[in-house]
């Protein structure tokens, strides 16, 4: 890739009824479905559909209840994730990429110190 070009691929695996939290985009997404279906405020997506999406929409896509569904995602950034659910998940992750820059950080140290 080159250095120019930024991106977000995921390869996104649903069980069946599974919600994936509300979020918006920082850019368009295209999403490609792989295997089962998946449905959203924009429409109901089965095996080779692919919904386009741009960064004013915000969605939550849930898998198809019988049969779950397998996903190619690819986006211009990550998701905006919203919700109580996107704010755990958000803390979660800037933790882990903390986590990378200083394998020995633990939880109860993550945080910077603060100057009194």
Not at 81 to 96: A, E, N, P, T
Request: proline share 6%; aromatic share 4%.
């Amino acid at each position: 890739m080159s250095p120019r070009v930024s991106g977000d691929l995921r390869l996104v695996k649903l069980a069946p009824g599974c919600k994936l939290p509300v979020h918006g985009h920082g850019g368009s997404e295209l999403t490609l479905v792989l295997d089962g279906a998946v449905a959203d405020r924009t429409g109901r997506y089965h095996v080779g559909d692919l919904q386009e999406l741009d960064e004013e929409i915000e969605h939550q896509p849930v898998a198809d209840k019988a049969l779950g569904c397998t996903c190619l995602v690819a986006a211009e950034r990550a998701p905006r994730l919203k919700g109580f659910r996107g704010l755990v998940l958000r803390l979660l992750s800037r933790w882990k990429h903390r986590r990378k820059d200083n394998p020995r950080q633990t939880w109860q140290n993550a945080a910077p110190a603060r100057e009194d």
